[in-house]
């Protein structure tokens, strides 16, 4: 089976699996208490803090840990936007974002607050130009912007954003979801995001830094555990393995991810060369470097996905369904682009290039016959 949904979640890097079993051995106390084990598993979760604020590009002091990406985004966004209550009670998001940023947005505009999505063009990159527009506006309280799409792999311009929140006093919470580990992390953030599974540590760790200076305040009633940003026990041999699993993977990064961007590139390339009435989606240089989706005219999604399955690949899909009764992805209809008949091909480390050919070989003959089956070919 070619695991291609690296997007949704990477293999356990096999760094992060020697760190857990050690750490589940040595690790388990309560970190806050004063006895021996707790001392043993407070240094191994200050270690890990630090190894993880390296890699980001943060003061181990500005870095927390939640229990998913998810929770990240909520108690950064809101956090930020309830400690800045007296400057503004407006949010500016990019279209695109993942939907916790828009989950979050949504329970700010019922709480008082408002909200505004700015745009992306047709291969969903948000246009900088308008962003610093919106952030310009008067009363904006935070700003969000994604260091690349989750369902598309375009990058945004996450540097050109921060210079402009910066000059206009607006914090920016920056989502790394998909290139932490993976690429270096863009300057200027104000609060960052990340989540542990999606660069090979164990699910259940997400990232929540904040920079020093920046107005936070925490929605949840406060815990004196991670510098009281998020309430409850650390579970600090998870927190090791993350660590280690992002040390790892940013040190492969320089050859692994132009590994991985080649492998992406032909299939690209390949596809609409192999399947008719294909559109490709999203930005063709400026991406991550192991995500390409594509769409096919006339092809039930959900069905594509599971032929695939059967063919031994995992992918998945931004919309994997034609039926009118359900919401395609906001991602692909923000972009305005084809929106069924999606497929997502996320590469983990390791993919390589004979089953990348294998999935070129088999992916016309399947859509050939979803086509003919629903009388379209």
């Known amino acids: 089976m070619a695991y291609f949904d690296a997007a949704s979640t990477e293999p356990l890097h096999p760094r992060a699996r020697e760190a857990l079993l050690e750490a589940i051995d040595v690790g388990w106390a309560d970190p806050a208490r004063p006895y021996t084990q707790s001392r043993r598993a407070h240094l191994l979760l200050e270690q890990a803090r630090s190894e993880v604020a390296e890699v980001l590009g943060a003061r181990p002091d500005e870095v927390s840990f939640t229990s998913s990406g998810t929770q990240a985004v909520h108690l950064g966004a809101l956090g930020t936007l309830h400690g800045r209550r007296r400057a503004g009670r407006h949010l500016v998001t990019g279209a695109v974002e993942h939907s916790s940023v828009l989950h979050a947005a949504q329970l700010h505009e019922r709480d008082g607050g408002t909200a505004e999505t700015v745009g992306v063009s047709l291969t969903g990159r948000v246009d900088p130009a308008a962003f610093e527009a919106a952030v310009a506006r008067e009363g904006v309280a935070l700003a969000c912007l994604q260091t690349a799409n989750h369902e598309v792999g375009t990058l945004q311009p996450v540097a050109e954003a921060a210079e402009a929140c910066r000059r206009h006093g607006v914090p920016l919470l920056v989502d790394a979801a998909q290139t932490a580990g993976r690429l270096p992390v863009p300057a200027g953030w104000s609060?960052?995001?990340?989540?542990?599974?999606?660069?090979?540590?164990?699910?259940?760790?997400?990232?929540?830094?904040?920079?020093?200076?920046?107005?936070?305040?925490?929605?949840?009633?406060?815990?004196?555990?991670?510098?009281?940003?998020?309430?409850?026990?650390?579970?600090?041999?998870a927190i090791v393995a993350a660590a280690a699993a992002l040390r790892a993977m940013a040190e492969e990064a320089p050859q692994e991810q132009r590994r991985l961007s080649e492998l992406v590139g032909r299939i690209r390339e390949t596809v609409p060369k192999v399947v008719p009435d294909v559109e490709v989606i999203g930005e063709p240089v400026e991406r991550a470097p192991h995500i390409v989706t594509f769409s096919c005219l006339y092809v039930d999604g959900e069905v594509l996905l599971g032929e695939l399955d059967k063919a031994g690949f995992a992918v998945s899909s931004g919309s994997s369904c034609t039926a009118s009764t359900l919401p395609p992805s906001h991602v692909l209809e923000a972009m305005g682009v084809l929106t069924h008949g999606n497929v997502r091909v996320s590469l983990?480390?390791?993919?390589?290039?004979?089953?990348?050919?294998?999935?070129?070989?088999?992916?016309?003959?399947?859509?050939?016959r979803i086509r003919h089956d629903a009388g379209v070919a």
């Open 348 to 368: 983990p480390r390791g993919a390589t290039a004979d089953e990348v050919d294998r999935f070129l070989a088999v992916l016309p003959e399947l859509v050939r």
């Open 191 to 237: 609060v960052l995001t990340a989540s542990a599974h999606k660069w090979g540590g164990p699910a259940g760790v997400g990232v929540l830094a904040v920079r020093k200076g920046t107005r936070f305040r925490s929605f949840l009633p406060e815990d004196e555990r991670e510098r009281r940003r998020v309430p409850g026990f650390e579970n600090v041999p």
